[in-house]
Each structure stands twice: as structure tokens, then as C-alpha cells.
């Protein structure tokens, strides 16, 4: 067995390549896991731009999947788990024990964004192993009739697709707006149809994204390059604005339209990892300066076993099948120039999918 392995890691900011780390021993709590397959998230480039500082040979990647290969004593014991079982990895891996866990936010574990653990405050998935922090509440199998690649998209894709609708309080037949449809905000398309949307408009000016969230169950797409985005919508809606408004790219235009094109009394929903500037301004007439019952609601990709079960149950009912995002494949020696393309979306990259051994 070697005592080392390769990792994708953060040297420091603009910086990354691939090094040689020990592989992670699993304390009493913990597990570890073999890499089979992973995703690069547009999260990534933002952290290697410096979006939460500095890091030194930080490993990266939060959406992996792979097998058990090794379990702490305790995990062990309780017999739910085995050596060499597939196992899927929320990128969010709370301890569920601290205050904010027990308060109901989880995904804020231990301080605000504390359950966002992997490539933040401790080495990320995108390695030949990793390791998993309280992994009796965070592991989750992998059914048998999923494969590697569909279970990685449980691991952030869909989880935070989805909660961006969750909070987003869409009335059954109710009207969307999606503000960014790259994969959280494709995913955010399915899970407002799910959730009984009656219209749902997709903000891109993309045209193989267009293309894309039209898939996904987009009733309209918007071209802010081409039009305005807030008018656009509001004539789509006979004037009212959109009941929820999910803005899932981070960029203060895109929240400043949000709250633009929400009618009265709805609901903006923030997921989008804004990574830089230090403030994120709200329109004061659109708000009714203060006093539009707008509700503006935000989250950090929801974690845990649980969550991850139900996830992986909507692909095997084909409630929505996320494959259609994986537009490159590599092997796990070639994810500098997944990466790369990743941070210039070169060739229409939608989400690479990265392979691990032979």
C-alpha cells in the first residue's frame, strides 16, 4: 500500500498543479475514500482567484464520489458501512452536533459557511483519496443502479440547484426567473418545474446554455445582451414581476435585477457565490425602499446522508437526468487543462467530468 498519492491543489492565488501528499488516515469519526470520479465547479476558480484568500497547496474539488477505503473505529462499529462500498460525498459535510447544526443550518456548521469544509479549511476531493469528517451522517451509498458520474451530481449540482428553489417559495403554477443557467442554474430550472412553477424564464446569453436550460424545462429565455432582462420579464409577466427571482451566477447585476424583477410580496433567492467586492448593493425603489415584502433568502449547498438518499432517488425515478451537463471528459493526469478551460469555459464547457485510476 503507498503512503502517498497525487493531489490537485491550490499552491497560492492564480497558482495550482498536482503534488504528492500523504494519503489522509481516518480518525475515530472519519472515513476515508478512494477517488473514482469527480467534477470541477466554477467555485474552484473562484477560490484559486482568491475569492476566500490565500491557501498553500490547498487540495481542491468538492463533488466526488468513490469507494470505502477506510473507516474510522467508530463508524465501523455501527455496521452501516463497509470497506469497499461505493459511497457519494455531499460538498458540505457537517458535524451535526454544534449550534448551528442543531438550530436548523447546518451548512453554516460551527459559524457561518463552517460546514463548507472540503478545499476551504481542509483538503478538498479532488485527489486519489480524501477524507470525510463525521461520515456516518455524510456518507451516502450509492445505489446500485447509479452510475459514478450521476452520483457526483448529487454532490453540489443538485443540492444547491435545487435548494435555490426550495427557498425560493414558488406557488404551485407560480412564475421563475433563473438568473445564470450554467449547471446551478440549469439545476434550479428542474427543481422549480418539480416544485409546480408554471413559468419558468431563464436569464443567458449563451446560446449552448440557452439551448441547455430549454432542456432542462426553461419555458423562455431572456438574452440580457440583447435586451433588458427586468423588462423582458416584466412584460413576459403582464407587467407584475416574477413570484421568485433565483439568482444563481454571483455578480451584483444579476442580484440587482433579481430584486428588480420580483413582484411584491415574492421571493429572491441567492445562491450564486459572489467572489468579489465588499458589498452587494439592493436597488432602493425596486426594493420599495424597504418596504416591498420582498423576501431575499440565501444558502449554502445543503448536505448530509439524507438529503444526498433523495437526491440520487430522483435520478433513478428520472425525475431529471444531470448528464447532459458533462460536455468534456479527462483523466485525473489532464485536470490542469480541465481546469483551465474550466476558469474560460473554452469549447462551451458546461461541467468536466474527471476520472481517477486505471
Not at 111 to 122: E, I, Y
Not at 209 to 216: L, V
Not at 277 to 306: F, N, Y
Request: hydrophobic share 40%; with cysteine.
Amino acid at each position: 500500500m503507498p503512503a502517498t498519492m497525487k493531489a490537485f491543489v491550490m499552491h497560492g492565488i492564480g497558482e495550482v498543479g498536482i503534488i504528492e501528499k500523504p494519503i489522509p488516515r481516518a480518525g475515530p469519526n472519519d472515513a476515508i475514500i478512494r477517488t473514482t470520479a469527480a467534477l470541477i465547479c466554477t467555485s474552484d476558480t473562484h477560490t484559486v482567484a482568491g475569492a476566500i484568500g490565500p491557501r498553500k497547496d490547498l487540495t481542491l474539488g468538492h463533488e466526488a464520489v468513490g469507494v470505502i477505503h477506510e473507516l474510522g473505529a467508530s463508524v465501523a462499529a455501527t455496521g452501516l458501512f463497509k470497506v469497499g462500498q461505493r459511497v457519494a460525498v455531499n460538498a458540505i459535510t457537517p458535524c451535526y452536533g454544534c449550534e448551528n447544526c442543531q438550530r436548523g443550518y447546518p451548512s453554516q456548521c460551527g459559524g457561518m459557511l463552517g460546514g463548507w469544509k472540503f478545499a476551504n479549511v481542509k483538503d478538498g476531493s479532488m485527489a486519489d483519496y480524501f477524507h470525510v469528517n463525521n461520515a456516518v451522517a455524510n456518507l451516502a451509498p450509492i445505489p446500485d443502479d447509479l452510475s459514478d458520474e450521476q452520483a457526483a451530481y448529487c454532490c453540489d449540482m443538485l443540492s444547491t440547484g435545487f435548494v435555490a428553489a426550495e427557498y425560493g417559495n414558488i406557488p404551485i403554477g407560480g412564475t421563475v426567473a433563473v438568473f445564470g443557467e450554467g449547471p446551478i442554474g440549469m439545476m434550479a430550472t428542474v427543481g422549480a418545474r418539480l416544485l409546480g412553477a408554471g413559468l419558468v424564464i431563464g436569464v443567458e446569453s449563451k446560446p449552448d446554455r440557452a439551448a441547455m436550460a430549454r432542456r432542462f424545462g426553461a419555458d423562455l429565455i431572456v438574452d440580457y445582451t440583447s435586451e433588458d432582462p427586468v423588462e423582458a420579464i416584466r412584460k413576459a409577466t403582464g407587467g407584475r414581476g416574477v413570484d421568485t427571482a433565483i439568482e444563481a451566477l454571483g455578480s451584483v447585476a444579476t442580484f440587482s435585477a433579481c430584486v428588480s424583477a420580483t413582484r411584491p410580496g415574492g421571493t429572491i433567492s441567492n445562491v450564486g457565490y459572489h467572489g468579489d467586492g465588499d458589498t452587494v448593493p439592493i436597488p432602493r425603489l425596486d426594493w420599495g425602499v424597504g418596504m416591498s415584502d420582498k423576501t431575499i433568502r440565501t444558502a449554502l449547498c445543503p448536505g448530509g446522508s439524507e438529503r444526498m438518499n433523495r437526491l440520487m432517488r430522483l435520478i433513478q425515478t428520472k425525475r431529471v437526468d444531470p448528464l447532459p451537463m458533462t460536455t468534456h471528459r479527462f483523466k485525473f493526469a489532464d485536470i490542469q487543462q480541465a481546469f483551465k478551460m474550466m476558469q474560460t469555459k473554452e469549447g462551451g464547457m458546461i461541467k468536466p467530468l474527471i476520472t481517477f485510476g486505471s
